[in-house]
C-alpha cells in the first residue's frame, strides 16, 4: 500500500473488525494515510489514544468499569509477584510496536524482562514483551482472538498471551512452544490458577476477578 501525506490527518473511528463510534460520521469522511513516522508525531502530542495499522489511524475506544477493574487486578497481582524479578508490568498507556510499518497498539497489559527495548530514541514504544494481555469484550472479542493475535506472534520476544472475558469467568491461555507452535488452554472455574512460565507467576482467577460482580 502506497502512503502519502496528509495536509490535515483525518482518523478513522473504525479498526477492522474492533470498534466503531460513528458509523455514518465515518463513511463520509475520506480515508487519509499516514506514515509510522507522522503516526507517532500526532500520537505524542494527542490527548487520546489511537492505534496504527497500514498507513490508518484508529481512535481507541473507551473501557467499560469491569475491563477497567479486572486489568487493574491484574497488574496488582503481578506487579506484587514481580517485585525482585528482572522484569516490569505496564498496563494501558504503553505503547507497543509490532511490526515497523504496520502495527502500533495498546495492549491492556504487557510484562518485559531485561532491559526494555524501545522502537525509537523517544523510548515511549516498546518492542520486547514476553506477556501480552487483552481484556475481551463484545466488540473486540473477534479482534483480539484473530487479527491481533496474528500479529502479536511475530513478536520474537512474545511467549504467553492472555485473552480475559469480562463478561464471566474466562481465560484463555496461549503459550510458544516453538515457532509457529503455540498450546491452548482454557480456564473457566474460578478455583483454577494459570501458571505463566514466561514470568514465573502463579495467577490464580479469584485474583483475575477480585471485586467483579456477574450479572
Known amino acids: ?19 466503531c463510534y460513528d458509523e455514518e460520521t465515518m463513511s463520509s469522511q475520506p480515508t487519509t494515510f499516514v ?11 494527542a490527548e487520546r489514544k489511537s492505534e496504527y495499522f497500514q498507513g490508518e489511524v484508529f481512535a481507541m475506544a473507551g473501557a467499560s468499569p469491569r475491563h477497567v477493574w479486572i486489568v487493574s487486578n491484574l497488574n ?10 528482572p522484569c ?3 498496563a494501558s498507556d504503553l505503547r507497543l510496536r509490532v511490526t515497523p510499518d504496520r502495527l502500533y497498539t495498546y495492549p491492556d497489559l504487557m510484562v518485559i524482562c531485561g532491559e526494555p527495548q524501545f522502537a525509537d530514541d ?18 473486540t472479542r473477534n479482534y483480539d482472538r484473530g487479527w491481533k493475535f496474528q500479529h502479536y506472534r511475530k513478536l520474537p520476544s512474545l511467549i504467553e498471551y492472555l485473552l480475559i472475558e469480562q463478561d464471566e469467568p474466562r481465560v484463555e491461555h496461549w503459550t510458544r512452544q516453538r515457532e509457529n507452535h503455540w498450546d491452548f488452554v482454557e480456564l473457566d472455574d474460578l478455583g483454577q490458577s494459570i501458571q505463566l512460565t514466561s514470568i514465573s507467576c502463579m495467577l490464580a482467577l479469584t485474583e483475575v476477578y477480585d471485586k467483579i460482580e456477574w450479572s
Not at 506514515?35 to 502530542?45: C, D, H
Open 122 to 139: 523517544q523510548k515511549d514504544t516498546v518492542v520486547n514483551p514476553v506477556l501480552i494481555v487483552e481484556v475481551l469484550s463484545e466488540s
Open 35 to 45: 506514515s509510522p513516522e507522522e503516526y507517532l508525531a500526532q500520537e505524542r502530542l
Open 1 to 19: 500500500m502506497s502512503l502519502r501525506a496528509p495536509s490535515k490527518p483525518q482518523h478513522r473511528v473504525k479498526a477492522p473488525g474492533k470498534r
Open 88 to 90: 516490569r508490568v505496564s
Open 76 to 85: 496488582g497481582n503481578l506487579w506484587q509477584q514481580l517485585k525482585g524479578k
